[in-house]
């Protein structure tokens, strides 16, 4: 299993691609900021706003299929939420702002699609710390997208290998408990690679600010 780039098309050659990074957040931050200002009574704006956002990503190349893959695993995750709004009144009220919660959090997370679809990662965290964002949660963003796909390699490792010692069989109870200390093991690994990574960096010098390639065509004369 290869862990899909969150980013893939960020590199791509639109016009949207060649706009400047600060105009691009705020771009996306307005609009995001505006969609939690919309109520629902005014659901024609947050529907017109959700036009925009599509239409900047036909714009960019961004394939429907990558879309919808995205977006299918992200409703299953906020449908799951919104439903107790309902649910904690009976299903009797509550329909509403569910609905509006599930149409603000779809354009906001379509607009950061289009974000992270259209701008290189260190092009953004570089663009973020000139705007004074603390280098702590640069340097924590920078390395939670790093090593993510270190923790899916590690787990495809290990489902490969539970593979390999029970050929692929066994019942729903015990699929469910080699998952769940699967997953438990996961944790376990991650702390353990975080130690070791963390003291590599610190023999090599690390002292919390993350340089890029920029920083250095600044200096140059």
């Not at 239409?55 to 879309?67: D, E, H, K, M, V």
């Amino acid at each position: 299993m290869a862990l899909d780039f969150l980013d893939r098309y960020s590199r791509g050659n639109s016009i949207i691609h060649r706009w400047p990074t600060w105009l691009k957040l705020v771009l996306a931050i307005s609009i995001i900021t505006a969609g939690l200002f919309i109520r629902g009574e005014a659901w024609p704006l947050q529907g017109l706003l959700l036009c925009v956002v599509f239409a900047g990503l036909s714009i960019a190349g961004i394939p429907l299929s990558y879309l919808w893959h995205r977006m299918l695993g992200f409703w299953l995750f906020a449908i799951m939420l919104t439903i107790g709004i309902p649910a904690g009144q009976g299903f009797r009220a509550g329909w509403d702002l569910a609905a509006t919660i599930l149409m603000q959090s779809t354009l906001g997370f379509l607009t950061g699609l289009w974000l992270v679809n259209v701008t290189p990662l260190d092009k953004l965290l570089y663009t973020l710390r000139a705007w004074g964002v603390p280098k702590l949660l640069i340097a924590i963003l920078a390395f939670m997208y790093r090593y993510s796909y270190v923790v899916f390699d590690e787990l495809d490792r290990m489902r490969t290998a539970r593979s390999a010692r029970s050929f692929g069989r066994g019942s729903w109870w015990s699929n469910w408990t080699s998952n769940a200390q699967m997953i438990g093991m996961l944790l376990v690994r991650s702390l353990s690679r975080a130690e070791r990574v963390h003291g590599a960096m610190c023999a090599r010098g690390w002292s919390g600010d993350i340089h890029l390639l920029e920083d250095l065509s600044d200096r140059s004369p």
